[in-house]
């Protein structure tokens, strides 16, 4: 058989599709999920996402994966003791399971730790689509891939995803970054939205560790913010974050306390830079009457989706309750469970949906 490439939406090219296997991606960075997520669309695998390395250990006592995506450097659990519990799991399905260490520090001493503890490969950060491809073409099952049979048609782009090379962002080199999105327009647009709605809560952290002389939370946060940047293509930011980063691990509060402000006030300039290109999420269509039983229903499905962890499901749902007229009384529940969805917290939405839907069954 012919192996040929099935070619994406937005030009991604995968040299297989796997409509069968079930890939577990964690990290505790959303941009990083999200590129992640997308890169790994063209695929078609059943993709789950999980924001520590706690909530990935408890998915898989649940659930059958055949490949784990796995950040190394996570708050709370890192990626090497994640391995070290999932391989301690009963059963076989658990010791013979693929993770896949995703790090930006390659170094042998990392390397050996992530060995010892259960990794069986490696993917440096930030992931780039031919090592995607390379990694997953060796590790998922045969006999679930499906090679296609002839190459699948260009689409045509909407306007709205034309060439984004002309686009001027100031401090952010966009080819580099549609490159770490695999020149997908669209995940590109998702990845720069979801950069920008979070620069300032993120960039408070980082003022606010520094003020209080924590040493972990700082070197999280710069970390976090190297990846993302360089995800985006925000190169300068991401090489100053990083240099931030070896300072802070060698315990230089002295450069630390320097650079900063300068790293924090390029890290926020980004967001003008960013303005006019971000997805605006609010729905701008006629508004429905407000139908409770309708509402409760979706609420129902929402709860059952952040149960099998589906983020899809839970993306189109906070959709649709964005087209209902809530007014004051239910419009803050709403945007609570958007922003739980947008951040990956399937615990906040759950228990957000339940409460909202006991409230209207009260009601009736």
């Not at 997308?38 to 998915?59: F, I, K």
């Not at 001027?168 to 979801?194: C, F, K, P």
């Amino acid at each position: 058989m012919r192996q040929t490439e099935y070619r994406g939406k937005e030009g991604q090219a995968a040299s297989f599709t796997a409509p069968e296997a079930r890939i577990l991606i964690v990290d505790d960075n959303r941009v990083s999920l999200k590129v992640a997520e997308g890169l790994l669309r063209p695929y078609r695998m059943q993709v789950e996402t999980a924001d520590s390395g706690a909530r990935a250990v408890e998915m898989v006592r649940d659930y059958s994966y055949d490949l784990i995506l796995l950040d190394y450097m996570m708050p709370d659990m890192n990626g090497a003791d994640a391995a070290k519990k999932i391989r301690g799991i009963d059963g076989e399905q658990c010791k013979g399971l693929i993770i896949v260490a995703l790090t930006g520090n390659a170094d042998q001493e990392v390397r050996e730790l992530l060995l010892a503890s259960g990794v069986n490969d490696f993917i440096t950060k930030p992931v780039e689509k031919a090592s995607m491809d390379k990694i997953l073409s060796k590790w998922i099952p045969k006999d679930k891939m499906v090679l296609a049979q002839e190459e699948a048609k260009e689409e045509r782009l909407d306007a709205e995803q034309a060439d984004l090379s002309d686009w001027q962002m100031d401090g952010i080199d966009v080819e580099t970054g549609m490159s770490y999105s695999g020149n997908d327009r669209a995940l590109y647009l998702e990845v720069l939205t979801d950069f920008a709605d979070n620069i300032e809560e993120r960039a408070g952290q980082i003022e606010q560790a520094v003020k209080e002389r924590d040493l972990d939370v700082y070197i999280m946060g710069v970390h976090s913010l190297k990846s993302s940047a360089r995800y985006l293509g925000a190169v300068d930011v991401a090489d100053v974050a990083q240099a931030l980063e070896a300072d802070a691990k060698r315990e230089d509060w002295r450069a630390v306390d320097l650079s900063t402000p300068e790293l924090l006030s390029s890290y926020r300039s980004l967001y003008q830079s960013i303005a006019p290109y971000r997805i605006d999420r609010s729905y701008t269509g006629r508004k429905k009457r407000f139908n409770r039983d309708e509402v409760r229903t979706l609420l129902q499905r929402l709860e059952n989706c952040m149960e099998e962890y589906d983020i899809d499901c839970g993306e189109e749902i906070s959709g649709a309750l964005q087209e209902y007229d809530l007014g004051k009384a239910w419009s803050g529940r709403r945007d609570r469970i958007m922003k739980a969805v947008d951040q990956f917290d399937y615990d906040a939405c759950k228990k957000e949906a339940r409460s909202w839907r006991l409230a209207l069954e009260k009601e009736s």
